[in-house]
């Protein structure tokens, strides 16, 4: 009998969080062996559990598919091993903590509350989950270098359309690409002083009276995701937070508390409570400037003049974006454009949009840019966000003239599937593979089972 540690499935381990198994009653056993690499029933019973909470009631032959799938997958990790394909300890530490940094932001970075969720620390978590993050890298790269020569050419991708029945052409509906410009309004200076004299008297409060910082954070701080609890930003890495922060946190010493420090967000005092390598553990107060209406109305004007400049051509849709949208935005960095967060693209099905953006781009022509309109950022502030269409495609059957690059796209995954399975099944009995007696009757494994059994 082998006792399989908790472990990802492939699958999991390219989702933003962890799934841990827990109360498992499953007796492990070896059910199928490519080379030098096991699979284990609870391999399978651990994807089936959670494919099951997923979308309900399976077929019976379920588990047939999912070994089917674990074999190949055994089969391209032993011949990345067999090609001496390498995954740096440094990618997988760079990888497994890019995920739980996800989870912690889910989580408001609150570790205690990690902790208690997965009744393991951080690191334990990691160990836990670092072999199996390493073999699907591997895996992921032994895929790449099979299919890396592969493309198709316009007359393959016009071959694959044409071999779809026109009673199959999917459907699309309206699609558009929209850019923004998000700008933010900025404080007077008369409003500025007032809460750099709050935090300076707090700080004095802290640092001459000796009062206890953690409770002036929950009376005064206005960061409403650390205020509650003392103002503790939890142990984060280096990187996390902005640089002028980030710079005063990394020059501390342990519980000095810091000189004022000024950032987007307002003005802060923070205090070290701990570091460990490039990691910080610190808790600050914030305190904001008040935006009045007159920064409301002199932002909105600003962006109606930008609007202007446009209309005008006298600056281009990027350089606007530089030059006054909000940086910390993901727009920012994709030149303006907005991205669809169901497909990772820039394009948008109609009933993919936020009201507000519907609504503004309805009765606009492509090219148009709307008028300044007042949104709430993430954080709750008022902002005036000019909305470009760019593109819109009305409801319509998939054609190669106007979903070309769709089309395109579902060709090269087809024949990149193919080339993946040609190779997996070609490699079949030049490898040694073993099935357990108890997926002996699977049909869709019949193809294994007749190259590993022979004429």
Known sequence: MIIKKICFAAAILSMPFLVVAQNRAVIDKIVGTVGNELILLSDVEEQYDLLEKQKGVLPEDFRCLILENLLAEKLLLNQARLDSIEVSPEEVEAQLQARIDQILAYMNNDVQQFEDYYGQTISQVKDAFR??????????????????????????????????????????????????????????????????????????????????????ARKHSHDPGSARIGGDLGMQRRGTFVPEFEAEAYNLSKDEVSEVVETEFGFHILQLLDRRGNNIHCRHILIKPEITQADLDLAKQTLLKVKKQLEKDSITFSQAVKTYSDKNLPSYNNDGDLQNPKTGKTIFEIGDLDPEIYFTIDTMDVGEYSSPIEIRTQSGEIAYQVVFLKSRTAPHKASLQLDYSKIKAAATDQKINQAVNDWVFGKINATYIEVDGMFQSCDVLKKWLAEIEGP
């Open 131 to 216: 072999q199996d993050l390493e073999h699907q890298l591997l895996v992921q790269r032994m895929r790449s270098k099979i299919v890396s020569e592969i493309k198709v050419t316009p007359s393959e991708v016009k071959a694959f359309f044409n071999r779809i029945h026109p009673d199959s052409l999917p459907y699309f509906n309206a699609e558009v690409e929209i850019g923004e410009i998000v700008y933010n309004p900025k404080v007077n200076e008369e409003q500025r002083q007032i809460p750099l004299d709050k935090i300076e008297e707090l700080r004095k409060r802290i640092v001459e009276n000796e009062e206890d910082f953690a409770e002036l």
